[in-house]
């Protein structure tokens, strides 16, 4: 096989008594024979509690009888009863211990498997299965994956190996397919985009002959999984495909073409969900081109697909890349607000605009995208990115999600109550069904999936918090700990303490007070403070002998006022300016006193030499965990963190030298600076 198991790891032995004493599994559910989801439960509990706690299930159909057939303490010993129940949410699940037996009851066979994997981190976690009684449904409808991969076999922006659903332009369907989704649906995931938003060549062809046999087979791996396959589009298809002169949206021409495409699409893929697509941004097609608006792209497609029950996802990302850094009112952050906000609620009910979660592209801090309870007639979901891009590209590690509970209890104040992003996206604030989040996807083909084997904990927590988004991240941390590497304490406490603190650590010694961007261009990866400073692309610091910052109060670009009060105010006003975003809404003197009571110089010069030191202490840590992790594992791991090290000091001193050259003030504890 090759690549690992990761939290379905089954090889893994646990103790746990309760589940040892169980040896067979009762399914109590008209024709599960014929439903995929359900036979998938059952082989998934056979292998997981044969595996992990040696006991043997036998499989009992018992259709037609009442829950009260099936006998605690029976002379077979006891069960697993999987049930449906009425009345229960779209899959949501009870799974509850009842003398001595495990019960696992919901509405759909979504929930049976949701509820089969749960039952399954439990064992693992070797937790009491008898006092069971977990009654969950998840919070928001769509929970999907972005993949960025390309028929080439390359990942734009990946960093773990190379497509597992792509290779030399064809398309694979194999074991490990199967796997993926497993794993995905393991935690919750319900859809997955499987190819790039930039969308050229080949790709272009997926919705055609050339493929749809195969794009059929890989959604009907998905489909046993709970998973709804989504491909992103060429928007410009009718001109390339179809040899139309226009992909004018309101040419009936083009609307006749899609809404053929569409009807064979549909037909030949019954498990697909619908469409993204990324149009007008970084020089891919769209409707601007024909003076159209983004609603009469967005609804073109919608109308195509709306027969099939086709949802479109129109993404929000689309600025200027083509700007000139002399230009000082022209502001990208605005841009994703400027094009969208005047559209809100010309949208159709099939769309859904996706909103990444911040208004630049996934720096290590931004503010919440103020499209994000600005719209409020329109469908919305929210965009992160688990590859870590701009955030050590799977070599460091950062486990995001401590930033993304911020986003998601940020309080937008669209609304008196229920204003949250998470509200928002849970579909609460404005009553919508057509909402999630989506995660641009970290995993490629190698053998741990994700690079740096703990950067699975973002893999793994984003599908935990977009199906249960009020765990904290600490508890998200520690299951995956947990289900991951087993039940050692003192395994539980250091990796606990390496993903909690990475994130800060990344922080500290990359880009200060939430001002971004100083890495090498293209590539993302390491410094290059003026890497972007001259650059057509929109993403300026603006440092000069004095200060540093971008104006963005309602003296520069007024991207301030486009959030909702009070929150305007307070990011209008430096003095009221959180200090983690200081460097985004204001240019501000290097001697300027952050609430912190240090001046912004010295807090340059601070958190760059306290960030290397946390990196330090992350890899001493590290250290003592040899011999009580998987050997292969730690050695992985070992030289990420080596890496780490070394690039933390690269950082350091390439921001601090940079400073103090441009400053000429001295670091006030006298450390060395270059
Ligand atoms: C897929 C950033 C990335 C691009 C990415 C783009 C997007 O600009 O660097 O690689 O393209 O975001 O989100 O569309």
Not at 125 to 140: G, I, Q, V, W, Y
Not at 344 to 363: A, E, S, T
Not at 594 to 600: A, E, F, H, M, N
Not at 610 to 638: H, N
Request: net charge negative; with cysteine; charged share 25%.
């Amino acid at each position: 096989m090759g690549y690992e198991q990761l939290w379905l790891d089954y090889t893994r032995k646990v103790s746990c008594k309760e589940a040892e004493g169980i040896s067979y599994i009762c399914v109590k559910i008209q024709d599960a024979k014929q439903d995929a989801l359900i036979a998938n439960s059952v082989k998934e509990l056979q292998e997981a509690f044969l595996g992990m706690a040696g006991s043997r299930l036998t499989l009992r159909q018992e259709c037609g009888q009442d829950a009260g057939a099936v006998q605690a303490g029976n002379a077979d010993g006891h069960s697993i009863c999987l049930a449906f129940r009425e009345g229960m949410k779209a899959e949501a699940y009870h799974l509850f211990g009842e003398k001595g037996d495990i019960v696992i009851e919901a509405s759909d066979s979504r929930g049976i498997l949701y509820g089969t994997f749960d039952l399954i981190r439990q064992v693992q976690m070797e937790n009491s299965l008898h006092t069971l009684d977990r009654f969950k449904a998840p919070a928001m409808p769509m929970r999907m994956l972005n993949h960025w991969d390309n028929m080439d076999g390359s990942i734009e922006r990946g960093y773990s190996g190379e497509s597992f659903f792509f290779e030399k332009n064809e398309i694979i369907v194999n074991d490990r397919t199967r796997d993926y989704a497993r794993l995905a649906a393991s935690v919750g995931i319900n859809a997955v985009v499987i190819n790039n938003v930039n969308v050229k060549d080949a790709a272009t062809w997926l919705i055609t002959d050339r493929y749809l046999d195969k794009v059929r087979e890989l959604s009907e791996v998905f489909a046993e999984y709970g998973i709804r396959l989504y491909m992103s589009l060429n928007y410009a298809a009718p001109m390339e495909l179809g040899q139309l002169d226009s992909a004018d949206p309101l040419s009936d021409e083009v609307r006749d073409w899609w809404h053929k495409r569409m009807e064979t699409v549909f037909g030949r893929i019954p498990n697909l969900g619908g469409f993204l697509i990324k149009a007008d941004s970084e020089g891919r097609p769209g409707p601007f081109t024909y003076g159209r608006t983004h609603a009469d792209g967005a609804n073109m497609l919608a109308d195509a697909a709306a027969p099939y029950g086709g949802i479109i996802i129109w993404r929000c990302f689309v600025y200027n890349c083509m700007q000139d850094w002399r230009d000082y009112r022209t502001d990208r952050a605005r841009s994703g607000y400027d094009n969208f906000i005047g559209q809100d609620g010309m949208f159709r009910d099939n769309v859904i605009l996706q909103i990444k979660n911040g208004p630049m592209d996934f720096q290590v801090r931004e503010p919440v995208h103020p499209l994000l309870g600005g719209l409020t007639k329109t469908n919305q979901m929210l965009e992160v990115q688990i590859a870590q891009e701009y955030t050590g590209q799977q070599r460091h590690l950062c486990y995001l999600i401590p930033m993304f509970k911020q986003i998601l209890q940020f309080r937008t104040y669209a609304r008196e109550e229920e204003d949250t992003v998470m509200d928002i996206v849970s579909g609460r604030t404005f009553g919508q069904h057509n909402c999630g989040m989506a995660a641009v996807a970290n995993t490629g083909n190698d053998d741990n999936w994700t690079g740096h084997d703990m950067a699975a904990a973002n893999w793994y927590g984003f599908g935990r918090l977009s199906f249960e988004p009020e765990l904290s991240a600490e508890e998200i941390a520690r299951e995956w700990i947990r289900v991951t590497y087993g039940n050692d304490e003192q395994v539980e406490e250091t990796l606990m303490f390496l993903l909690m603190s990475s994130w800060p650590a990344y922080e500290s010694y990359t880009s200060p007070l939430g001002i971004g961007w100083m890495v090498t261009p293209d590539n993302h990866y390491g410094p290059s403070v003026d890497g972007y400073e001259y650059s057509r692309w929109g993403t300026y610091h603006r440092a000069d002998h004095w200060g540093i910052g971008v104006d963005r109060s309602h003296e520069g670009t007024g991207y301030a006022l486009l959030y909702r009060e009070p929150n305007a105010s307070v990011y209008d006003d430096r003095e009221k300016c959180p200090d983690e975003l200081l460097l985004f809404f204001h240019h501000i003197p290097y001697t300027w006193k952050l609430r912190s009571g240090k001046t912004v110089i010295q807090h340059i010069y601070d958190s760059h030499f306290e960030g290397v030191e946390a990196v330090d202490e992350m890899a001493e840590q590290f250290e003592k965990l040899q011999g009580k992790l998987p050997d292969k594992a730690y050695r992985r791991m070992a030289g990420r963190f080596m890496e780490q090290k070394e690039h933390a000091r690269e950082w350091r001193d390439q921001i601090n030298a940079y400073f103090y050259r441009k400053s000429g003030i001295i670091d006030e504890k006298g450390r060395k600076i270059y």
